[in-house]
């Protein structure tokens, strides 16, 4: 079974940073895009980032460029999101996806990310 | 980079079939067969309905079918159901090398 675990989420003060983590487990992981995408409380879903499977390529929503960096580490199977310059508009759930073919077919649940003071 | 255009709302009645459109450019749906179709019951994360503009994923009912003609995708569920009752997302590859959203449409089945 697919599973995406997503962990980091919490509080951060404007101007701040933090690191959102995604554990992948019941499929090979390495041949795979994986992306973020982000939901801010009640409203739609935003694609965020996507990272190639060696981790070469790398695309970002205009919005988080260069504040947000997406990395990968295949030996672990797990995903990264390190969020910096943190404002009020990054608050959202953050989830992690696989991405087949710009289908991002599994999710994880998500983690709560509320920038504010 | 501006999302899809869906429409916020449609309803229909158990048993029948409705249609939400999802409108882009010729940057987006109207260059790649790459549109993908999202369920979002509340409080749960989204769950892949169709990928590569028609392709049900295995174990989604085959009431859920996808098209597209033009810049225009359109997701249509046939014999409604009350557990069809969700927000429904689309998506699409862009000439940008990213993946927009639409903006979403609630399902009411009345």
């Known amino acids: 079974e697919v599973q995406l675990v997503e962990t980091g989420g919490g509080l951060v003060q404007p101007g701040g940073s933090l690191r959102l983590s995604c554990a992948a487990s019941?499929?090979?992981?390495?041949?795979?895009?994986m992306s973020w995408v982000r939901q801010a409380p009640g409203k739609g879903l935003e694609w965020v980032a996507n990272?190639?499977?060696?981790?070469?390529?790398?695309y970002y929503v205009d919005s988080v460029k260069g504040r947000f960096t997406i990395s990968r580490d295949n030996a672990k199977n797990s995903l990264y999101l390190q969020m910096n310059s943190l404002r009020a508009e990054d608050t959202a759930v953050y989830y992690c996806?696989?991405?087949?073919?710009?289908?991002?077919?599994?999710w994880g649940q998500g983690t709560l990310v509320t920038v504010s003071s | 980079q501006s999302a899809l255009t869906q429409p916020p709302s449609v309803s229909g009645s158990p048993g029948q079939s409705v249609t939400i459109s999802c409108t882009g450019t010729?940057?987006?749906?109207?260059?790649?067969?790459?549109v993908s179709w999202y369920q979002q019951p509340p409080g749960t994360a989204p769950k892949v309905m169709i990928y590569?503009?028609?392709n049900r994923p295995s174990g989604v009912p085959d009431r859920f079918s996808g098209s597209k003609s033009g810049n225009t995708a359109s997701l249509t569920i046939s014999g409604l159901q009350a557990e069809d009752e969700a927000d429904y997302y689309c998506?699409?590859?862009?000439?940008?090398?990213?993946?927009?959203f639409g903006g979403g449409t609630k399902l009411t089945v009345l």
């Open positions: 998506s699409s590859y862009t000439s940008s090398k990213i993946v927009i």
């Open positions: 990272i190639a499977q060696d981790g070469s390529e790398k």
């Open positions: 590569g503009v028609s």
């Open positions: 010729s940057s987006d749906i109207g260059s790649y067969n790459r």
């Open positions: 996806a696989r991405e087949n073919w710009s289908c991002q077919d599994y």
């Open positions: 019941g499929f090979n992981y390495n041949p795979f895009w």
